[in-house]
């Protein structure tokens, strides 16, 4: 085997180098359970001396009770021998529940901080990383420390307290043996520390092909990617490229699971002939110095005790090593910076608080990693009730806007205030109760439509859910269903049409009934005879409502009481539907391509709300 083997791998030395595993943020992760792991030291201590019991025993039996046919004190040795074998299995078993149970619940611990740390990530995380890396980190990161977390520190106590327990009392049978015996420790060490170097290049690179393969049934195997598979006609190239990812983690798994088996080999066959050799050193007298049948004998039981926890040590130490940059890469999550962090003290705002207005105080954003502004000096005031557009070109910073709103990112300079309250100090319940989004993806989970519009407001009854879904433009279809809202939607709704799901997305936002609505393009990826059917659901859902709409096609926005147009990040233009066509700037740019490319008429006439709109929003608000 080449050297190059043993050295450690760079990528490890550099993910450790970035977050270190440390001693005490180790124990750090125990702190908790500090009670439970003293009742765990105390119960290693108690067993470890006890045990010590069963070679003397057996002396005394060898050396004094068969020899002169004491058969009382024979009848006793054996009960002490039983007994011993009673209590020490009895604390074996208590050991093992605590120490598992204290394993888990860091185990759990661990697997809960790290998926908090990533739900407070900004949308800039999940876009920049794959969602198999994230499941891998997640589950099989830390499913791979779990022995190491539930079995190291109470191995490292129980064997640490039996081999010096048990070598306390070796020497003192003889010390001449004890020395010869522990010969072989240096070596086993050596060979250890040379097979954890290898398992530690071959589990990161296990959790990498791991990853790479989580990341590939994700991206294969939902719907939009088994759509792009089937009209691309790529279903053999996929095939091929999961089937090689997959050999490498079967391959990567066989070296795992063999690397150190020719060490633990040649570690029994050494253990195994030490006995042969304490034997062989009783029969001199230089060795011997006059050891009794008994001691010999006790001290070979003593000798195999202790080498059975020194192997436990040392192959603890080879996990451990093999595990550090697991628990770097977990520690990496753990510590990621929040771009979006929550106030210390969050403003709580009460359901029937009379908010005012919506501001942009000249707000400027970029992202981290970027030096030009996406949005830059915004100002706009959006008085309660009333609604406003925002425009623009592709990449004009529209969504970015909505985005700062409902703090899916903060403000690089200035401040989003609602009603007088900055909403980076607003509590994040009071934020989402107040603000309600729409968007053109229109994001259903994979449950039952009556466990989607639910997650809205969990205390609505049925009668508020037919009320929003009627208001909606979507209650006969879900009628129709054999099973009605106990119907599982389908991954991200895709049971439904597009329309549909937009519909359903609707109805989820009015059971919540927010003060504040966003309407991020949410009409733009359906075609003209559709978005005319979502159109009157939107018209039911903005009534009464601060509303900002997000658009791209001028359709949408024409009824709003101020347009704001963005170009570069900055606003342009200014003022309503008529007085920016007047203007003749971008706006009437926008809107004579839209006029050229879905044949509308951009001086039609504004339609009219719906007839009754302002009755029926009173007979469904679930207020």
């Known amino acids: 085997m080449s050297s190059k083997v043993h050295k450690v791998n760079p990528k490890d030395r550099a993910q450790l180098n970035q977050t270190p595993v440390t001693f005490a943020r180790v124990a750090g992760l125990f702190r908790p359970y500090r009670s439970k792991?003293?009742?765990?030291?105390?119960?290693?201590?108690?067993?470890?001396?006890?045990?010590?019991?069963?070679?003397?025993?057996?002396?005394?039996?060898?050396?004094?009770a068969l020899p002169y046919g004491r058969t009382t004190l024979l009848e006793l040795a054996v009960a002490g021998m039983i007994l011993v074998s009673i209590i020490t299995g009895?604390?074996?078993?208590?050991?093992?529940?605590?120490?598992?149970?204290?394993?888990?619940?860091?185990?759990?611990?661990?697997?809960?901080?790290?998926?908090?740390?990533?739900?407070?990530?900004?949308?800039?995380?999940?876009?920049?990383?794959?969602?198999?890396?994230v499941q891998s980190r997640i589950t099989s990161d830390i499913t791979g420390m779990q022995s190491v977390i539930t079995s190291t520190a109470t191995t490292i106590a129980a064997n640490v307290t039996t081999v010096v327990a048990t070598a306390i009392a070796m020497a003192a049978l003889s010390w001449r043996l004890s020395l010869l015996s522990m010969v072989i420790i240096p070596p086993a060490v050596w060979m250890t520390r040379r097979v954890a170097i290898i398992r530690q290049s071959v589990t990161r690179q296990r959790q990498e092909a791991m990853s790479d393969l989580l990341s590939q049934v994700e991206e294969a195997l939902t719907v939009s990617g088994a759509q792009l598979i089937k009209t691309l006609g790529i279903a053999d190239a996929r095939q091929r490229q999961f089937e090689s990812a997959s050999a490498s983690l079967s391959e990567l798994e066989l070296k795992s699971k063999l690397a150190g088996k020719w060490r633990t080999a040649v570690m029994n066959v050494t253990f195994a002939s030490v006995p042969a050799l304490i034997y062989l050193?009783?029969?001199?007298?230089?060795?011997s110095s006059g050891l009794t049948l008994g001691t010999l004998i006790a001290f070979a039981t003593l000798q195999v005790n202790v080498f059975k926890p020194t192997l436990g040590l040392l192959n603890i130490g080879a996990e451990w090593i093999a595990s550090l940059a697991l628990l770097s890469r977990i520690f990496d999550?753990?510590?990621?910076?929040?771009?979006?962090?929550?106030p210390r003290h969050g403003i709580q705002v009460p359901g029937d608080h009379l908010l005012g207005p919506v501001r942009f105080e000249h707000v400027s954003y970029r992202y981290p990693d970027s030096e030009t502004n996406i949005l830059d000096d915004i100002d706009i005031t959006v008085a309660p009730g009333t609604s406003i557009a925002v425009v623009g070109e592709t990449g004009s910073g529209k969504s970015t806007l909505a985005a700062l709103l409902v703090r899916l990112a903060d403000p690089t300079e200035g401040r989003v205030c609602i009603g007088g309250f900055d909403v980076r100090e607003l509590d994040h319940r009071s934020l989402t109760a107040l603000v309600g989004i729409v968007?053109?993806?229109?994001?259903?989970?994979?449950?039952?439509?009556?466990?989607n519009l639910l997650q809205a407001r969990p205390e609505a009854t049925e009668d508020m859910i037919w009320n929003v879904l009627t208001a909606a433009q979507i209650a006969e279809t879900v009628e129709r269903l054999p099973e009605g809202l106990d119907t599982v939607v389908g991954a991200r709704g895709h049971r439904f049409s597009g329309g549909e799901r937009q519909r359903l997305v609707i109805a989820r936002t009015l059971l919540r009934d927010p003060k504040i609505l966003i309407l991020d393009e949410a009409t733009s990826a359906l075609d003209n005879a559709t978005e005319k059917e979502v159109q009157v659901a939107l018209d039911r859902l903005v009534l009464g409502r601060t509303t900002i709409t997000i658009a791209h096609r001028l359709s949408t926005v024409r009824r709003a009481d101020r347009i704001y147009v963005l170009s570069g990040g900055r606003i342009t233009e200014a003022g309503s539907h008529t007085d920016l066509l007047a203007l003749g700037g971008l706006y009437a740019a926008l809107a004579s391509a839209s006029q050229t490319n879905n044949g509308l008429d951009s001086s039609m006439p504004t339609p009219s709300a719906p007839q009754g709109a302002d009755e029926h929003r009173l007979s469904f608000s679930p207020n």
């Not at 119960?43 to 006890?50: L, R």
């Not at 074996?92 to 598992?100: D, E, N, S």
């Not at 050193?281 to 060795?287: I, L, V």
């Not at 994001?443 to 439509?449: A, M, N, V």
């Open 333 to 342: 999550y753990l510590d990621l910076p929040v771009d979006v962090p929550a």
């Open 439 to 451: 968007s053109q993806d229109p994001y259903l989970s994979h449950t039952t439509i009556r466990h």
């Open 37 to 64: 792991l003293l009742v765990v030291s105390l119960i290693i201590v108690t067993s470890s001396v006890i045990s010590l019991g069963q070679p003397l025993l057996l002396r005394l039996i060898i050396d004094d």
């Open 90 to 133: 009895v604390l074996g078993v208590l050991q093992a529940w605590l120490a598992t149970s204290i394993g888990q619940q860091v185990m759990h611990r661990m697997r809960a901080d790290v998926f908090a740390n990533l739900q407070s990530q900004s949308m800039d995380f999940f876009k920049k990383t794959r969602g198999g890396e």
């Open 281 to 287: 050193a009783a029969g001199f007298e230089a060795t």
